[in-house]
């Protein structure tokens, strides 16, 4: 059973740049969350999909939006790249009834120069 | 509003001995907490969490947590700590009647040989 995966690892873009991110949830689950986690910080929530819709967003800029597919796969995009979204950026999936546990992949590594 | 403090961020302890990573929470209603586990360069790891019922949450690895309504506090405890466990360990809580996670700061732990 596979777990949270997403990709790509690592990236490095350049300020001012545009980045794709992809996360795919593990079986079963339809609903994808997208963490922020600054070095040295705790996960920050982005926003959550479910039913291919944004249900919760946390305090980020319109400059972070995003996409969930009919699969339950998801993609974080961020336009407009600043040296402060240098971060690791993780998915977590769950099931959007109960009490459930939230499942995160390894993450992406952004860097922006 | 929900929140979660770790107030320590190092704890050093010797191998073979028990481990406390304290953390404490404020929720509205009833509280949903979590510890999870992150390794260098890693994803987070899912340990234990507390919905409801015993006070005394078993998890993975041998861990296990304390769930202390008066001090709305959730120590994450092991009796006896390997080299192996050093990580960073955050404790999170799910927001009330949604689906996403707030989360501390983040505990180091080394367990030294």
């Known amino acids: 059973d596979a777990g949270v995966t997403q990709s790509p690892t690592h990236l490095i873009k350049t300020r001012g740049q545009q980045v794709t991110l992809r996360c795919s949830p593990k079986?079963?689950?339809?609903?994808v969350s997208w963490y922020q986690q600054a070095l040295g910080q705790g996960p920050q929530f982005i926003f959550q999909?479910?039913?291919?819709?944004?249900?919760q967003r946390g305090n980020f800029p319109d400059r972070f939006s995003g996409h969930q597919f009919p699969n339950y796969s998801s993609e974080l995009n961020v336009n407009a790249l600043l040296l402060g979204d240098s971060a690791l950026y993780l998915c977590?999936?769950?099931?959007?009834?109960?009490?459930?546990?939230?499942?995160f992949g390894e993450g992406s590594w952004l860097t922006v120069v | 509003a929900q929140s979660v403090a770790q107030p320590e961020d190092q704890v050093n302890v010797a191998e073979g001995n028990p481990l406390t990573v304290k953390c404490t929470y404020s929720?509205?209603?009833?509280?949903?907490l979590f510890w999870y586990v992150q390794y260098p360069n890693r994803g987070l790891q899912f340990l234990l969490k507390?919905?409801?019922?015993?006070?005394l949450v078993k998890g993975s690895y041998g861990f296990e947590a304390e769930f202390n309504k008066s001090q709305t506090s959730f120590h994450l405890k092991k009796p006896s700590a390997l080299v192996s466990d050093s990580a960073l360990y955050f404790c999170?809580?799910?927001?009330?009647?949604?689906?996403?996670?707030?989360f501390g700061t983040g505990t180091r732990l080394t367990v030294i040989p």
């Open positions: 999909y479910y039913e291919e819709e944004e249900r």
């Open positions: 929720v509205s209603g009833n509280p949903y």
């Open positions: 079986s079963g689950h339809d609903t």
């Open positions: 977590a999936s769950s099931l959007r009834r109960g009490r459930n546990t939230i499942y």
């Open positions: 999170a809580v799910r927001d009330t009647g949604a689906n996403n996670l707030f």
């Open positions: 507390y919905i409801t019922g015993d006070n």
